[in-house]
C-alpha cells in the first residue's frame, strides 16, 4: 500500500456539521466519543473521530467501504481498544468501568461469529444468562425476541443451518436480550429480506419509541434517511458531517449528500469494451 | 488460463504469509525442515547407487506405494487447497480440461506437491550405473508424482461429490480418525506377524509393483532386472491407475461445480433447552453448559473425545505385545494429561463468537471457571473409570491409588496451567465447521509453543506426584499412593483455583488483544 490515506482535497466545511462542543465526553449524552485514534500498522483506520449520540436518537452511521464504521463502533463498545480517545455511554467510561458500561449497551457485531452448535433458542438463552440474568427471565425474554423477529420455527434449528438473515436476526436478539439502554448496530440489514428488514425497523423504532437508543451502521442511504432521526456520515477515518438528518442532507437527497461529501463519484460511462451499444 | 491458475495458488501462499510474522517464520521453519528432509531422500538415493537391484527395488517400490497411499489418505483430514475449490472457480467460465490441468499443475508447485515431485523425479539418481534406466526411472518418477497430485484431487472431490451434507461431512471426518490412531498396532501387528518369514519386504514390495499404487514405481527395476515384459504390464497396470484417477477425478470436480454445499439438518422442537436447562445459571454455569454442548457437537471437540478410549485400547495392545502390565494402567494419568491440556485451544476454536462473551461483560473468572468444569464434568469419571478398569483388566491393584493421584493431579493442574496460556495466546484453529483436521500455515508452531510451556509448568507442578508414585512403585509401600492421591486432589485443585483467578485476570485485561488475533486468524 503505498496511498496511505491521500490527504482530502480541501473543501468547504459543510454548514450541517455540528462541532462537537466539548472536549470532554458528554455525560447526558447515550454515547459519547471523544477524539478517538486507531491504526493499523501504516493505515489510520480512525482519525480522531468525536461524535455524540443523544439519548433516545435513532442514530446512522454512514460512509463508504473502509471508512472506519467499524472500527469505531468496537471501540466504542468495548470490543477494540482505541490508541487514543475516550468513550462514555450514558456517563459510564467504556474502558474505564467495562463491565457497567456493557450492561448498557447491546452489541450486534459485522461479520463476527455465532456459536453456531447451539439452536437458535439455546444461543439467545445463552447471551441472556451470560449478561447475569436468572433463567426464567432469559428463558421468557428469548421466547418473545423469537417471536418478535419470526424466528419460533426455526427455534430448536441449530445456527450453523440457518440462512444469513435469520443468522442476523438471531445475532439480533443476542444483543436485545439484557434490554439494553443503548444498540448498537454494525450492518443490522446486510443479506436481510425485504420483509424482516422492514420488521426488525419496526422493532427499533419501537425501541426507540420506549426511550432507547439505536446506532445502525449502514451503507443504505435510503434506509438511513427513513428510519434514522440523526446521521453522521463517516469517510477516511473522520466524521465530515453530523447532526440530525434533515440538516445533513440539506434539502438533498441523503444519497446525493452523502456521495457529495464523502466525494469519489465519477461521471463516465464505463470503459468502451462494456458498452454493448 | 491453467497459468493463471498457477499464478492465482502462489499469490494466495504469498499473501497468506504476510498477514503475520509469526507464521511466516512457522512456514520458514517447516520449510526448512521439509528441504532438510528432501536432502536426506536425495542423498539417499543416490546413496542406492552402491545397493545391489533387488535392495534398491525393494525400498523404491515400497517407499513409492506409501507415498501414494498417504496422498490418497491425506486430503481426507486436510483439504490441501481452499481458495482453488471447485465453489470458488464455479463462477468463472473455465473449460473443464483446463481447470483439471491447471489444478494439477498448481498442486506440483505446492510445497507437499513440490517436494514429492523433486523425490521422485530423483530416483534416477540411484540409477547412474545405467544411464537408460535412469531416463526411464526420471519419467516414471514424473509420471508417479503426477499421479500422487490426481489421487489426491480425485479423492477429495469424489468425497464432496458424493455428498456435500454437513452432517456426512463432520461424521466422515471422525471415524476416520479411529482407524488412524489404531495404525500403529496394526501395521506392527501385520508386521509381528510377518516377522518369522525372513524376505517379508522383497515379497510385499513384488505384491505392491502389481498394485495400482506400487506399478509405476516398479517399472524402471524390472527393466534392469532383465524383465521387459513385467515392466510392459506394470506400465499398462500405471496407465490404466492414471486413466481411472483422472476419469473419477474429473466426474467428481465436474459434479461439484454445479452443487454446492448445502446444509441439512435436525430440527429439535423449541423449548428443548438441553443443558441449558440443568446448569446453573450463572455466566460459569451456562459458559459450562455451552462448553459440554460444545464438547458433544463440534467435531473439533469431538476428535478429542474419540481418544479417552482409543487410548487404553491402544495401551492395553502394546502392553500385550510387550507384556508390561504397567505400560496399560499408566493410560489413565496419560488420558487426564490429554483431556488437561484441552483448554488451550479453547478461545481459539470460539473464533470471533468469543465476542459475545465480550459484549456481555463476562467476567475473566467465570469463563475460566465454566470452561474448566465443562472439562471436568465428564473428564474426572472418565479418568477414574480409565483408572479402575485397566487395573480390573491388569489385576494390579498396587499402584492405583498413585495412579488416581497422579491422574487427577495432571487433570486438574492441566486445566489450571491452560487456563493461563488460553488467555495469553490465541493461535490459528481450524474455524467452526471446518475439518478438524485442517491446519493453518504456521499454526502448529504456535501451537507447540504454549503447548510445550504449558507442558513444562504441568510436570513441574506435578512432581510431587511423580516422585511419589516411583517411590510407592519402588518402596512397594501403599502409604505412599494415598499421599500421592491426597496430593494430587490439594495439589491439584489449588493449581486451577489459581489458574483461573489468573487466567480471569489477564482474560480482563487481553480479552481486546486476543479478539484483534482471532480476527486476523478468522
Redesign the interface.
Known amino acids: 500500500m503505498t496511498d496511505v490515506n491521500p490527504p482530502t482535497p480541501p473543501r468547504p466545511t459543510p454548514p450541517t456539521s455540528t462541532p462537537v462542543a466539548s472536549p470532554d465526553p458528554d455525560p447526558a449524552a447515550a454515547l459519547s466519543i471523544r477524539t478517538l485514534y486507531k491504526s493499523f500498522g501504516e493505515k489510520r483506520a480512525v482519525d480522531g473521530i468525536s461524535l455524540d449520540v443523544p439519548a433516545g436518537s435513532f442514530y446512522g452511521l454512514v460512509g463508504p467501504n473502509g471508512a472506519g464504521k467499524t472500527t469505531t463502533l468496537s471501540m466504542a ?5 482505541p490508541d487514543a480517545g475516550a468513550v462514555t455511554v450514558h456517563g459510564v467510561d467504556v474502558w474505564q468501568r ?2 457497567e458500561a ?2 448498557q ?3 450486534l ?1 459485522d ?9 437458535g ?2 444461543l439467545v ?3 441472556g ?7 426464567p427471565t ?2 421468557s425474554r428469548t ?1 418473545d425476541l ?1 417471536q418478535l423477529l419470526d424466528l ?1 420455527t ?5 445456527v ?2 440457518y440462512s444469513a438473515g435469520m443468522t442476523k436476526k438471531i445475532a439480533l436478539a ?2 436485545m436480550v ?1 434490554a439494553p439502554r443503548l444498540l448498537v448496530l454494525d450492518e443490522p440489514f446486510e443479506s436481510v429480506d425485504p420483509v424482516s428488514a422492514a420488521n426488525i425497523r419496526d422493532i427499533l423504532g419501537g425501541f426507540v419509541r420506549g426511550g432507547g437508543t439505536v446506532i445502525v451502521s449502514s451503507h443504505v442511504m435510503d434506509l438511513v434517511q427513513r428510519m434514522c432521526d440523526h446521521v453522521a456520515v463517516i469517510t477516511s477515518g473522520r466524521v465530515v458531517a453530523s447532526g440530525a438528518v434533515d440538516e445533513v442532507r440539506a434539502g438533498a437527497d441523503l444519497e446525493d449528500r452523502f456521495v457529495e461529501l464523502v466525494g469519489g463519484r465519477r461521471v463516465q460511462e464505463g470503459p468502451e469494451w462494456l458498452r454493448r451499444s | 488460463m491453467v497459468a493463471t491458475l498457477v499464478r492465482l495458488r502462489l499469490l494466495v501462499l504469498r499473501n497468506s504469509l504476510k498477514r503475520s510474522v509469526g507464521q511466516l517464520i512457522a512456514v520458514i521453519i517447516g520449510g526448512l525442515y521439509g528441504l532438510f528432509v528432501l536432502g536426506l531422500v536425495v542423498f539417499g538415493l543416490f546413496a542406492l547407487n552402491f545397493a545391489p537391484v533387488e535392495l534398491l527395488r525393494t525400498i523404491v517400490v515400497l517407499a513409492g506405494s506409501a507415498l501414494t497411499l498417504g496422498w490418497a489418505i491425506v486430503p481426507i483430514f486436510l483439504p490441501i487447497e481452499q481458495t482453488l475449490d471447485a465453489p470458488h472457480l464455479a463462477v468463472y467460465p473455465i473449460p473443464l480440461n483446463t481447470l483439471l490441468t491447471g489444478l494439477l499443475i498448481s498442486g506440483v508447485v505446492a510445497i507437499p506437491g513440490a517436494i514429492t515431485m523433486i523425490a521422485s523425479v530423483f530416483t534416477f539418481g540411484s540409477w547412474l550405473r545405467m544411464p537408460g534406466v535412469a531416463v526411464l526411472a526420471l519419467l516414471c518418477g514424473i509420471a508417479g508424482a503426477l499421479l500422487c497430485v490426481m489421487l489426491s484431487r480425485a479423492v477429495t472431490s469424489a468425497a464432496t461429490g458424493l455428498s456435500s451434507g454437513r452432517r456426512f461431512r463432520e461424521a466422515a471426518g471422525i471415524l476416520i480418525f479411529i482407524p488412524l490412531v489404531l495404525l500403529g498396532p496394526i501395521i506392527a501387528g501385520t508386521a509381528s506377524s510377518l516377522q518369522n518369514s525372513k524376505d517379508v519386504l522383497p515379497n510385499l514390495a513384488d505384491a505392491m509393483s502389481w498394485t495400482p499404487l506400487g506399478a509405476i514405481w516398479a517399472i524402471p527395476s524390472q527393466v534392469a532386472l532383465g524383465d521387459p515384459l513385467g515392466a510392459v504390464l506394470r506400465a499398462l497396470i500405471g496407465l490404466a491407475t492414471i486413466a481411472v484417477v483422472f476419469l473419477v477425478w474429473r466426474w467428481g470436480l465436474a459434479r461439484a461445480l454445479v452443487t454446492p454445499v448445502h446444509a441439512t439438518s435436525r430440527v429439535r422442537a423449541q423449548g428443548k433447552l438441553g443443558l441449558f436447562g440443568r446448569f446453573p445459571d450463572t455466566p460459569a454455569g451456562v459458559i459450562a453448559a455451552r462448553c459440554l454442548t460444545y464438547w458433544f457437537r463440534d467435531p473439533r471437540y469431538l476428535r478429542q473425545l474419540v481418544v479417552i478410549p482409543l487410548l487404553p485400547l491402544l495401551f492395553w495392545f502394546y502392553s500385550s505385545i510387550s507384556h508390561a502390565t504397567f505400560l496399560l494402567q499408566i493410560s489413565g494419568p496419560l488420558v487426564a494429561f490429554v483431556l488437561g491440556g484441552a483448554l488451550i485451544a479453547d478461545i481459539s476454536y470460539d473464533s470471533t463468537a468469543f465476542v459475545l462473551h465480550m459484549s456481555k461483560a463476562v467476567p475473566g473468572r467465570a469463563d475460566r471457571w465454566g470452561r474448566a468444569s465443562a472439562v471436568l464434568i465428564f473428564g474426572l469419571p472418565a479418568v477414574v473409570a480409565i483408572t479402575l478398569i485397566t487395573a480390573t483388566a491388569g489385576d494390579s491393584w498396587m499402584p492405583v491409588p498413585a495412579l488416581l493421584g497422579l491422574a487427577i493431579g495432571l487433570l486438574l493442574g492441566g486445566l489450571g496451567v491452560c487456563s493461563v496460556t488460553s488467555a495469553v495466546v490465541v493461535f490459528p484453529a481450524p474455524a467452526p465447521g471446518d475439518n478438524p483436521f485442517k491446519t493453518r500455515p504456521g499454526a502448529n508452531t504456535a501451537l507447540l509453543g504454549s503447548t510445550f510451556i504449558t507442558w513444562g509448568v504441568l510436570a513441574v507442578i506435578n512432581l510431587p506426584e511423580i516422585v511419589l508414585l516411583i517411590v510407592s512403585l519402588t518402596t512397594g509401600q501403599q502409604l505412599w499412593g494415598w499421599i500421592s492421591l491426597v496430593v494430587g486432589i490439594v495439589l491439584g485443585s489449588i493449581t486451577l483455583t489459581i489458574g483461573a483467578r489468573l487466567g480471569g485476570r489477564i482474560l480482563d485485561r487481553r480479552a481486546p488483544e486476543l479478539l484483534v488475533q482471532l480476527q486476523k486468524d478468522a
Open positions: 463498545t468495548g470490543l477494540l481498544r467495562p463491565l456493557k450492561a449497551v447491546g452489541v457485531s461479520g463476527a461469529r455465532l456459536f453456531d452448535r447451539l439452536t433458542e439455546q438463552i445463552y447471551a444468562l451470560l449478561s447475569g440474568m436468572d433463567r432469559a428463558v421466547a423469537l419460533q426455526a427455534a430448536g434449528t441449530l450453523v443451518d443476542c444483543a439484557h
